[in-house]
């Protein structure tokens, strides 16, 4: 088995580690989060990411990088946003989709982005390399599960990390477009949180009954 591929299973298997003492922790809910460590994590690991990009492009080979961002990207998207339903409890489904609900909105205002700015890809024609949309929803998934997992935020916070690295590393963005990525992944979780009912997607537990509203906020 190659090099690339072991390092991509290792990947997942420290993921799901990392994720099981959920299982047995008593989640936080939105009344009871601690919005300042949240920001401080948030804040730092924008920070640690700006530091880790001039070193990490040559940390890895380019195989490695490419797993981390394709297979990579989709396990630890597809955890971020289904692993509540599985380890939270009652409130499994409200966590997943207040999550969504961030990543839906941090989406929009990157690729509203993308198409105002359209700055050219470093190796492509392609001109919606700002921001990185890869490194937006990973962020946007590290904040946000961070504030449901205070215990989980180093793991979360280093697979974005990663990511955004592993973008850098393939030539598909340039440092600003990863930084600004994360800015707008985090701040977007940041401003679900800050909210009781979700930015567009309000859902709603009856006793006996599960709805989601929709609701557009101006």
Not at 114 to 141: M, N, Q, W, Y
Not at 191 to 204: C, H
Request: with cysteine; glycine share 8%.
């Amino acid at each position: 088995m190659k090099r690339p591929v072991n390092l991509c299973i290792a990947v997942h298997l420290v993921l799901l580690v990392a994720l099981l003492p959920a299982a047995n922790a008593e989640p936080a809910t939105l009344r009871t989060l601690d919005s300042n460590s949240v920001t401080v994590a948030s804040g730092a690991a924008i920070g640690v990411t700006a530091i880790s990009l001039i070193s990490f492009p040559h940390l890895l080979s380019r195989a490695d990088y490419r797993n981390i961002s394709d297979v990579g990207t989709d396990t630890y998207l597809s955890f971020g946003v289904l692993d509540p339903l599985f380890l939270d409890g009652r409130a499994g489904g409200r966590h997943a989709l207040r999550i969504a609900d961030a990543l839906v909105v941090s989406g929009g205002i990157t690729e509203f982005l993308k198409l105002t700015v359209r700055e050219r890809r470093p190796a492509t024609a392609a001109t919606d390399s700002f921001p990185s949309g890869h490194t937006d929803a990973a962020f946007c998934i590290a904040t946000m599960q961070s504030a449901f997992h205070p215990h989980q935020a180093a793991w979360w916070f280093t697979g974005a990390t990663m990511i955004a690295a592993s973008r850098l590393s393939l030539r598909r963005h340039y440092v600003q477009d990863v930084l600004a990525g994360a800015v707008i992944g985090s701040l977007t979780a940041r401003w679900e949180l800050s909210r009781d009912r979700g930015l567009l997607i309000t859902p709603w537990l009856k006793r006996g009954s599960t709805g989601i509203a929709f609701a557009l906020h101006f």
